[in-house]
């Protein structure tokens, strides 16, 4: 066994030391959002046994089929962390409106989060995830206004990937860290720190089938990652459709993946403010880039809390490639 075992809460104790501002709030928001991850890790590892597999037989705001895990796993985060008495604004995929928490049991932070991503690979027991973004938010009077900001102006983001084993990815804003979660003892233990994304690397994601939909610009990009100019290697296929596993994967070995509007989805399909904004803090605190094809995902700046947005996410040297398509072809 590894004598020096790091928790999470110590690891991002030790981090927030550079920071004299620090109360310890950020510790216990921290704490409420790995007991979720816990829970709902718990209950995905028996979701075919207790039944927990299907439709819920209702659809949420974005017109997608809830899968009991779904609302289950909103539960479970939504009362963690308002329990925790550390947040004034909540915003969940599964919810229409944001959940404003006034006096007593409210705190300094507004969290924006998918409880559950790749709801369609639930009942075939592939990697799913949950996916969470962290802003402060200090004001007298707490509204959607607090989320409605730049991803830039996250202090925090992060995804729990439920599979083989359970993991927790976390930016604080400088350097991304994987937690693996020890199932004997509960705990999320430090396994990797300071992860890099490779500048480069011959892997795309993205769901091909709805190629015959795409803009020019989309098409001109994979089309150069399978057939490159002449000495350099074509690129391999990889595309789970649940966007936390295509990201870890992504992360780790590098590549690009890609979510476009086309002509079925003119805004595309990934929401802002809980998917592409934490997924595009921690890529770009690993090193990566993000866009929508002409800004920065991080500087977009949100209307609506379930926004859609474009994204092109992964190896800085291939994210810019395809900005450069998006400026070069736009002006044919
Ligand atoms: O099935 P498609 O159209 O390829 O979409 C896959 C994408 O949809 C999602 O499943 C949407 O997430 P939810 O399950 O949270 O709605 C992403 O995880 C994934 O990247
Ligand atoms: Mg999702
Ligand atoms: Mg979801």
């Not at 990937?161 to 693996?180: A, E, M």
């Not at 295509?246 to 929401?271: C, E, M, Q, W």
Request: charged share 20%; with cysteine.
């Amino acid at each position: 066994m590894n004598s020096d075992l790091v928790t999470l809460a110590r690891h991002s104790i030790a981090l927030q030391k550079e920071n004299p501002e620090a109360s310890g709030d950020f510790t216990l928001l921290m704490a409420s959002i790995q007991l979720g991850c816990k829970f709902v890790a718990s209950n995905v590892r028996k979701a075919g046994l207790a039944n927990l597999t299907g439709l819920a037989g209702c659809k949420n705001i974005t017109g997608d089929d809830q899968k009991k895990l779904d609302l289950i796993a909103d539960d479970v985060f939504v009362n963690s962390l308002k329990s925790s008495g550390k947040v004034s604004v909540l915003v969940s995929e599964e919810r229409e409106e944001a959940i404003i928490i006034e006096g007593e049991q409210s705190g300094n932070y507004a969290v924006v989060f998918d409880p559950l991503d790749g709801s369609s690979n639930i009942d075939c027991g592939v990697s799913i995830g949950t996916i969470f973004g962290i802003y402060r938010s200090d004001r007298p009077s707490y509204s959607n206004k607090d989320v409605l900001r730049p991803g830039r102006e996250m202090v925090a983001a992060g995804y729990a990937l439920y599979g083989s084993s359970t993991q927790l990815v976390v930016s604080y804003g400088k350097g991304v860290h994987c937690y693996t979660l020890d199932p004997s003892l509960g705990e999320f233990i430090l396994t990797q720190e300071n992860i890099v994304i490779p500048e480069r690397a011959t892997i795309y994601s993205v769901n091909e089938g709805n190629s015959s939909l795409w803009d020019k610009q989309t098409c001109a990009f994979v089309l150069s990652r399978k057939s490159p100019l002449k000495g350099r290697k074509p690129y391999s296929l990889r595309y789970i459709g649940s966007m936390v596993a295509d990201i870890h994967r992504t992360l780790l070995y590098g590549g690009v993946f890609l979510y476009p509007r086309d002509s079925k989805n003119p805004a595309g399909k990934l929401r802002l403010l809980y998917e592409c904004f934490p997924m595009a803090f921690l890529i770009e605190a690993a090193g990566g880039r993000a866009t929508d094809g002409k800004d920065n995902i991080l500087d977009i700046i949100p209307t609506s809390i379930h926004q859609r947005s474009p994204i092109c996410i992964g190896s800085r040297l291939d994210v810019s490639e395809l900005a450069t398509l998006y400026m070069e072809m736009d002006q044919i």
